[in-house]
């Protein structure tokens, strides 16, 4: 018991180390809406049977409201809702420690990034609060979208810091990266409104993040080869690269008209 708690000790003070009280409240802030997502997304799958006194009053439309319902989604919460914040917390600690071994920084500028992405997962809370009703994307969804940008925060960091020592392998900016994601998302819709869409409706949303993703894979990639054969800068010929994929952004247009 002490191990485990000496362990989230060392998580939860993580976070102290790389950020300064600012941007440590932020993530408790976003933590909580991990917390709330998390306690959403466990209360979906909960169904509560209605208990019908048909045999005691001659009509069926007579039912029992499951006062077991609000007892079990408030034990529900009281657990998931501290679990994730903390949770979510210790993980912002661990992104943050990574970032600064990759970095050599005290307080690592993609923290800052890192943090903002945590007000992500109010989303749904949020949207429950104002409509009453649950968001599109699910917190499952949430998780995976907010991954993946961390990986790729996590992997720019990592090629600045080892090419440090090599400045034409220097990874362009997080700014055209963010383009280039941009321009892949164009791709996957243009193939929703496509005649192909019928193949890509039934997820809609992995068909923009998959296209987003995949053209970021192929242009990082692709633009690297070129720049370590032809030893140019590798910065240079990104930034080239994507002016070229700039006709992508027409695809959806093309599609509609």
């Not at 466990?42 to 019908?52: D, P």
């Not at 409706?201 to 993040?209: F, S």
């Not at 692709?222 to 800068?233: D, P, V, Y």
Request: net charge neutral; with cysteine; hydrophobic share 55%.
């Amino acid at each position: 018991m002490r191990e485990i708690e000496r362990g989230l000790g060392g998580l939860l003070s993580a976070g102290d180390r790389v950020a300064g009280g600012w941007w440590r409240a932020l993530a408790w802030f976003g933590s909580l809406g991990l917390g709330l997502s998390l306690f959403m997304l466990l209360a979906r799958g909960i169904h509560f049977e209605y208990h019908s006194f048909e045999d005691i009053i001659a009509t069926s439309a007579f039912q029992l409201y499951p006062e077991q319902q609000d007892w079990w989604l408030y034990i529900l919460a009281i657990a998931a809702v501290p679990f994730g914040t903390i949770l979510g917390y210790a993980i912002w600690g661990c992104l943050g420690t990574w970032f600064q071994k990759a970095q050599s920084a005290s307080e690592p500028p993609y923290i800052r990034l890192a943090t903002i992405l945590y007000l992500v997962w109010w989303v749904d809370p949020l949207t429950f609060l104002i409509s009453h009703h649950f968001a599109t994307l699910s917190a499952y969804d949430l998780g995976v979208a907010f991954t993946l940008v961390n990986m790729i925060l996590l992997g720019h960091a990592w090629l600045q810091g080892q090419c440090r020592s090599k400045s034409q392998l220097a990874p362009p900016p997080l700014s055209l990266l963010a383009a280039v994601a941009v321009l892949g998302a164009f791709v996957g819709i243009s193939l929703l409104v496509s005649p192909l869409g019928t193949w890509f409706l039934g997820a809609p949303i992995w068909t923009v993040l998959g296209s987003a993703l995949g053209t970021v894979l192929l242009w990082m990639g692709g633009t690297f080869l070129w720049a370590r054969n032809s030893l140019k800068s590798w910065e240079v010929l990104a930034g080239k690269a994507a002016i070229a994929l700039l006709p992508l952004s027409v695809l959806p247009l093309l599609e509609l008209f």
